[in-house]
């Protein structure tokens, strides 16, 4: 089913409404950083991850497109205040492959689904149209755009549409490229995902996710450096990512199967 007219004047209302309530502003902050909760990785970056630009989340397999979606979400809590509505816009393909969000589990995740707008569309076109509006609205914190594979609407004209928007308004755009493959060149940030073992305190606990972030492209103001490769778990209480313990190894048993973590609470399959 395709965006009649209606409803994506509907989504443009209620996003010129959230600007009308008077809430907080990112206008002009690409100075403005966040830290991610590892200092190395801050000082990479320059001072921590920046709002008004685009953070590109890529999964390193097929099999880490969980994990990658996983990570995507620890950005949106970096970046978005749980009193700031976000949004998420989706390819109708991405939550038939991967499920659909979860209230319940975003909540447990550290993020506030009552602050979340979800958008679900049938095709690259309109995911862009939607993620570009969106950017506009200085009133959000973050838009989450998830279209699926690599369609050719997601060129280079088209990306750095999207990035000026960003550093327009100051809201953050992360693309969460399930399914795909070609890299976006206006990016500030790149990550390659991977599932990593998740630990545990006790052995009747079930252990934070854990990812095998690598960061391939940083074109941050002030970078300090090119990038690097950090084992990362997602702390919900705190909103942060921390370093894990490096004595876990992250390659592959022999037989070939993915390393173990923990399944990710955030998306739930379609029944």
Same mark, same amino acid.
């Given at each position: 089913?395709?965006?009649?007219?209606?409803?994506?004047?509907?989504?443009?209302?209620?996003?010129?409404?959230?600007?009308?309530?008077?809430?907080?502003?990112?206008?002009?902050?690409?100075?403005?950083?966040?830290? =991610?909760?590892?200092?190395?990785?801050?000082?990479?970056?320059?001072?921590?991850?920046?709002?008004?630009?685009?953070?590109?989340?890529?999964?390193?397999?097929?099999?880490? @497109?969980?994990?990658?979606?996983?990570?995507?979400?620890?950005?949106?809590?970096?970046?978005?205040?749980?009193?700031?509505?976000?949004?998420?816009? %989706?390819?109708?393909?991405?939550?038939?492959?991967?499920?659909?969000?979860?209230?319940?589990?975003?909540?447990?995740?550290?993020?506030?689904?009552?602050?979340?707008?979800?958008?679900?569309?049938?095709?690259?076109?309109?995911? @862009?149209?939607?993620?570009?509006?969106?950017?506009?609205?200085?009133?959000?914190?973050?838009?989450?755009?998830?279209?699926?594979?690599?369609?050719?609407?997601?060129?280079?004209?088209?990306?750095?549409?999207? /990035?000026?928007?960003?550093?327009? !308004?100051?809201?953050?755009?992360?693309?969460?490229?399930?399914?795909?493959? /070609?890299? @976006?060149?206006?990016?500030?940030?790149?990550?390659?995902? /991977?599932?990593?073992?998740?630990?545990?305190?006790?052995?009747?606990?079930?252990?934070?996710?854990?990812?095998?972030?690598?960061? =391939?492209?940083? %074109?941050?103001?002030?970078?300090?450096?090119?990038?690097?490769?950090?084992?990362?778990?997602?702390?919900?209480?705190?909103?942060?990512?921390?370093?894990?313990? !490096?004595?876990?190894?992250?390659?592959?048993?022999?037989?070939?199967?993915?390393?173990?973590?923990?399944?990710?609470?955030?998306?739930?399959?379609?029944?």
């Amino acid at each position: 089913m395709s965006v009649t007219r209606e409803a994506f004047m509907a989504l443009k209302q209620a996003i010129e409404g959230i600007g009308r309530d008077g809430a907080r502003r990112f206008g002009g902050v690409e100075r403005d950083r966040v830290s =991610v909760g590892i200092p190395e990785i801050d000082q990479i970056l320059g001072g921590g991850l920046m709002h008004g630009a685009t953070h590109d989340v890529m999964a390193l397999t097929p099999r880490d @497109l969980s994990a990658a979606s996983g990570f995507a979400l620890g950005l949106v809590g970096l970046l978005s205040p749980r009193e700031m509505p976000w949004v998420w816009i %989706r390819q109708d393909a991405a939550g038939r492959e991967l499920g659909e969000p979860y209230g319940p589990g975003l909540a447990g995740y550290g993020l506030n689904p009552a602050k979340l707008l979800l958008v679900k569309v049938p095709n690259a076109k309109e995911a @862009l149209r939607a993620a570009e509006e969106s950017l506009r609205c200085q009133a959000l914190s973050v838009v989450l755009l998830e279209p699926w594979g690599d369609p050719k609407q997601l060129d280079l004209t088209a990306t750095r549409r999207l /990035s000026l928007a960003a550093e327009e !308004s100051g809201v953050a755009l992360i693309t969460l490229r399930s399914g795909g493959h /070609s890299p @976006l060149g206006s990016s500030r940030t790149r990550w390659e995902i /991977s599932a990593a073992p998740s630990r545990s305190e006790t052995e009747f606990e079930v252990g934070l996710p854990a990812f095998l972030g690598r960061l =391939v492209v940083n %074109r941050q103001a002030g970078a300090g450096g090119p990038g690097g490769e950090w084992i990362m778990e997602w702390s919900h209480d705190k909103c942060l990512f921390r370093q894990a313990n !490096s004595i876990l190894g992250v390659s592959a048993p022999c037989n070939g199967s993915a390393p173990e973590t923990p399944s990710l609470p955030h998306l739930r399959c379609a029944s």
